[in-house]
C-alpha cells in the first residue's frame, strides 16, 4: 500500500468513527442535512445573483461625487434592478474592488451582469463623455456663461465674482481675462466648473510659457504676459494664421516707433456694455484704460481668449514694411505702409462695404 492510499484510509476510517458516534435519531439527520445544504444554496444563489442579467431600462446612471459602493448598492435595490446588497458587497470584496467607485454617467448595455456593472463603475468603463469647446477670441465673461450652461457640470462658481475663482485658482493677482486656454474639455457628470478652469488655467499656462520661450530675437516686449496682452488682441483682429503673424509686425512696428497701436477690439472691449455692435468716432475718443487711441502701449490686460495660433504669432511676428491695415471682408484684412496709403484703402473698401449693403 503506498503513503497516499494508507492516508485515504486512515481518513475514511475517521469519518465513519465520527458517523458511528451520530445519533441515528431523523430528526438529527435532517439538521444535518440542512446545515450541510446551506452552503451549497447560499454559493448557488450568490453565482446567480453576480451572473444574471440585470435591466437598467436604458436610462442613464449616475453616480454622485462622494458615492460609496454601499449607496450604489442601495440605489440599485431601490430602484429594483437587483433585490439586495449582498452580493456586491460580497464580489466588490472579493475581486478588491469596494473602493474603487468611479463618479460620472453611465449608461449600461442590456443583460449586463452585476460582475460586468461592478467592473464597469469601477474602471469607468463606458461613462458617458461630455465635453464643452471653449473658443479662440471668446471673452472670460462669456467662458463663465458657457461653463454655467454646461450640462451636468456643477456650477460651483456662479455666485462667485471673477477674483474669486482665480483665488480658487491660487492666483488672486491675476486679471482672469485671456488667462484661459480656449479649446475643448471632457468631463463627468458631477464634476465642478472649477475642474474646467483649472485645466484651461494650467494649459494657458504651459502654452505661454513654451511660446515666450521660443519667442523671436526681434520681439520688442519685456514679458510673457505682455505677448499674452498681444495675442489677444490679434485674435480679435483675425484669425487667419498669415495674417495674424502680419498683424504681430505691424503692431510691433508702431511700438518700436513710438505710434500708438490704435486698435478697435481694445476700445470695444473697454467700453464693456456700451457698446452695442457698431464702433463710433465718439468711441474712439472715450478714454478708457482700454482706448488704444487714447493711450500709448499696451492695454492693461488682455482682452480676450487668445489660442494656439495667436500666441505664436505674438512671440513670431512676419517682418513687414507695414503700419497699417483696414479690414476688407472676409476676415482678411488690407495692409499698408503709410498712412496716405491706408487713407486711400479706408475709402476703397468703405465703398465695397456700402455697395455690398445697397448704401
Request: glycine share 10%; with cysteine; proline share 6%.
Amino acid at each position: 500500500m503506498t503513503a497516499i492510499q494508507a492516508a485515504r484510509a486512515a481518513a475514511l476510517a475517521r469519518f465513519q468513527r465520527l458517523a458511528g458516534c451520530w445519533p441515528k435519531s431523523r430528526p438529527f439527520n435532517i439538521l444535518i442535512a440542512a446545515a450541510l445544504a446551506v452552503p451549497l444554496v447560499a454559493g448557488g444563489y450568490y453565482a446567480w445573483a453576480i451572473n444574471r442579467p440585470l435591466d437598467f431600462g436604458g436610462e442613464t446612471w449616475v453616480i454622485e461625487p462622494g458615492d460609496t459602493l454601499g449607496r450604489v448598492a442601495r440605489q440599485l435595490v431601490e430602484q429594483g434592478v437587483i433585490d439586495e446588497t449582498l452580493s456586491l458587497r460580497l464580489l466588490a470584496r472579493k475581486d478588491g474592488l469596494g473602493r474603487r467607485v468611479r463618479f460620472g454617467a453611465y449608461r449600461f448595455p442590456p443583460a449586463i451582469s452585476l460582475r460586468e456593472f461592478l467592473h464597469r463603475i469601477a474602471t469607468g468603463k463606458g461613462q458617458i463623455d461630455f465635453r464643452i469647446t471653449i473658443l479662440e477670441g471668446w471673452t472670460f465673461a462669456r467662458m463663465r456663461e458657457t461653463l454655467r450652461r454646461a450640462p451636468d457640470l456643477k456650477a460651483v462658481t456662479a455666485a462667485m465674482t471673477d477674483r474669486q475663482i482665480m483665488a480658487e485658482l491660487g492666483h488672486p493677482e491675476l486679471h482672469p481675462e485671456g488667462r484661459f486656454f480656449p479649446d475643448t474639455y471632457r468631463y463627468a457628470a458631477g464634476q465642478t466648473d472649477l475642474s474646467v478652469y483649472r485645466r484651461a488655467f494650467r494649459l494657458m499656462q504651459e502654452r505661454l510659457a513654451a511660446a515666450w520661450g521660443q519667442r523671436g530675437a526681434d520681439v520688442p516686449l519685456k514679458s510673457k504676459d505682455q505677448a499674452l496682452i498681444i495675442a489677444s488682441i490679434i485674435e480679435k483682429e483675425s484669425q487667419i494664421g498669415p495674417e495674424q503673424r502680419r498683424i504681430a509686425g505691424v503692431f510691433y512696428n508702431r511700438l518700436r516707433k513710438g505710434m500708438r497701436l490704435q486698435t478697435d477690439p481694445t476700445v470695444i472691449y473697454g467700453l464693456g456694455a456700451a457698446y452695442r455692435g457698431n464702433i463710433t468716432r465718439t468711441h474712439l475718443k472715450t478714454d478708457t484704460p482700454y482706448n488704444t487711441y487714447t493711450r500709448d502701449g499696451l492695454p492693461p490686460t488682455p482682452i480676450s481668449l487668445p489660442g494656439a495660433g495667436a500666441l505664436h504669432a505674438a512671440v513670431h511676428p512676419a517682418a513687414t514694411g507695414a503700419y497699417y491695415f483696414v479690414a476688407k471682408g472676409g476676415g482678411a484684412h488690407h495692409f499698408s505702409a503709410t498712412l496716405d496709403q491706408h487713407n486711400k484703402a479706408v475709402r476703397r473698401y468703405a465703398r465695397g462695404r456700402k455697395a455690398d449693403e445697397g448704401g
